[in-house]
């Protein structure tokens, strides 16, 4: 029965296949065919191309801009940083000696905002001269503008700074 | 491709093609839909002619032809439906003598899927083995088993009289 209708599809397929169309110059048409198939598949790559960067050039911009700080944003608070005058404070005052030996006390207003103390002590006429050195030749009293190669560093307690004593 | 090689071509396609299009037109069950298939399986081989050439062009042909037809692509955008033609409807008894049978067997045949109807071809028109008709299918033997039994299954439901039609006969 099975091989029966085998032989039933095997004849009709075989006389079905007789009928089949008679067809010319199949070549120049699958040519024109293949042809056409190259240009649509240039036309949709340029397509997807194109498409591609419209699509990622405003989401590459986007990345990069965002790797910067963002704009300032007024705070209510007001401005974060306000430029003030530098205030001197107790902690460092700048001694300056003066010639009659004030007491350096911490309390005592300080000098001028942004003026840099004088570490080094000068030499005021009513410090003891120095030593007379060489009877001999009483003309080279010493150098009394020469301090001492350490400065005298203020310290806090704001004790005036000793003069140097002059070189014999 | 130059002069000698489109002519050797064109040699090709001019011998082979009435054999190449009774396949398509048994594939497809339609004249027009035949010859847009041997056409686009034709488009397909061209750009691999100078690889295919000295090897076996009508096979590379014919598998083209038959993926071609069974394809996804393909049956999305050909699907259609196979109008019955009146020759095609359901038939009566014949005292002619077979041809009764045979008509009702080639309406059966259009109510095939593509891919039962690939196989069928392959198998009993061109009488290939199970492994062959696989290989060229791109499918494993089983699914060449199951879809013969299939189609040979829904080929006996849709003639259920053929029994009797022969009988008669």
């Known amino acids: 029965m099975t091989e029966h209708f085998e032989n039933l599809i095997r004849s009709t397929l075989t006389d079905l296949a007789e009928e089949a169309p008679i067809v010319h110059d199949q070549l120049s048409r699958a040519e024109r065919r293949v042809r ?16 591609a960067i419209l699509i990622a050039t405003p989401i590459a911009l986007a990345a990069t801009g965002s790797d910067e700080p963002p704009p300032a944003v007024p705070s209510p608070a007001g401005p974060a940083v306000v430029p003030s005058p530098a205030v001197p404070t107790p902690s460092a005052p700048t001694a300056v000696p003066s010639p009659g030996g004030a007491d350096a006390n911490p309390s005592s207003p300080p000098g001028p905002p942004g003026v840099p103390g004088q570490p080094t002590v000068k030499p005021s006429p009513s410090s003891p001269p120095g030593d007379p050195g060489n009877p001999a030749n009483p003309g080279n009293p010493g150098n009394p503008g020469a301090p001492g190669a350490p400065a005298v560093v203020p310290s806090p307690s704001g004790a005036p700074g000793v003069p140097g004593r002059p070189k014999s | 491709m130059d002069e000698d090689e489109r002519a050797r071509l064109a040699e090709f396609v001019g011998s082979r093609t009435p054999a190449l299009m009774r396949v398509a037109y048994l594939l497809t069950g339609d004249r027009n839909a035949a010859e847009d298939l041997f056409q686009s399986a034709l488009a397909r081989t061209i750009p691999k002619w100078g690889t295919i050439r000295h090897a076996d062009p009508e096979g590379y042909l014919r598998v083209v032809m038959y993926r071609e037809q069974i ?37 059966a045949l259009r109510h095939l899927p593509p891919t039962q109807r690939a196989v069928v071809v392959l198998r009993y028109y061109e009488d290939l083995p199970e492994a062959r008709v696989a290989e060229l299918l791109g499918c494993s033997v089983g699914t060449v088993r199951s879809r013969t039994h299939r189609a040979v299954q829904r080929l006996r439901d849709l003639l259920p009289d053929v029994d009797r039609l022969e009988v008669r006969r």
């Open chain 1, 36 to 51: 056409n198939r190259r240009r649509a598949t240039v036309t949709v790559g340029a397509a997807s191309t194109l498409a």
């Open chain 2, 71 to 107: 394809s996804w692509w393909r049956r999305l955008r050909r699907w259609r439906e196979i109008p019955l033609k009146p020759a095609d409807e359901p038939v009566g008894g014949d005292p002619s003598g077979g041809s009764d049978v045979r008509l009702a067997m080639r309406a």
